[in-house]
């Protein structure tokens, strides 16, 4: 049973006191203080089925009106929003793209209540390296425009930037070491300094 009667009866209230909108069953385990987490699983998804709590993935619970971007961190970590997502916000691409697009550990693209997710696969130090990827107060993981650039070169054979004003190129050229990449520093050339 759960560890304290008012934790059972409080549970939604704690999980709507939160700022967050997408939880996992550690977070809401954490939140609620409680151990067991069958038991916790059982009254989450009782919660579910009386439309309290939303079940968009298998072990993961939102509040209605979710963030799509909190669920996209969410899916598999470690992981965090880039590529073409972020790009297309920051005016350097400008065809659309609905994806929510993050790097990942695996390459996946999911759909969950018509929203596509795509995740790429970036390799473990890259993946794990903070630099150029902001954590905003919601627990999202984003990448800056610059990251998102050098992830996309990272990843791409070729690829076509509509508008590389915005991008920093002082931020750009500190990023450059961690992807050890020939490739990749030829092609900022190429981009950048003789564009």
């Avoid at 691409?93 to 790097?103: E, G, K, L, N, P």
């Avoid at 990843?155 to 500190?174: A, C, Q, R, S």
Wanted: hydrophobic share 35%; proline share 3%.
């Amino acid at each position: 049973m759960f560890s304290s009667q008012k934790i059972k009866n409080d549970l939604i209230l704690l999980i709507y006191q939160d700022a967050r909108t997408v939880f996992r069953l550690g977070d809401i385990a954490m939140i609620a203080g409680e151990t067991n987490f069958q038991t916790l699983n059982k009254k989450l998804n009782y919660d579910v089925h009386k439309g309290k709590l939303l079940n968009p993935r298998k072990g993961i619970y939102a509040k209605p009106n979710y963030s799509n971007e909190e669920l996209a961190g969410c899916v598999f970590t470690p992981t965090y929003i880039s590529l073409e997502y972020v790009l297309q916000k920051a005016g350097i691409i400008f065809q659309y793209d609905h994806r929510i697009t993050s790097v990942s550990y695996l390459s996946r693209t999911i759909e969950v209540n018509g929203v596509t997710y795509s995740f790429r696969k970036l390799k473990g130090e890259l993946l794990v390296n903070t630099t150029g990827i902001i954590r905003q107060i919601n627990n999202i993981n984003m990448a800056t425009p610059e990251r998102a650039f050098m992830d996309t070169l990272y990843l791409n054979k070729d690829y076509y930037f509509d508008n590389l004003n915005p991008l920093n190129k002082e931020l750009i050229l500190k990023l450059l070491p961690i992807y050890h990449s020939e490739s990749v520093s030829r092609k900022v050339t190429k981009l950048l300094l003789n564009g």
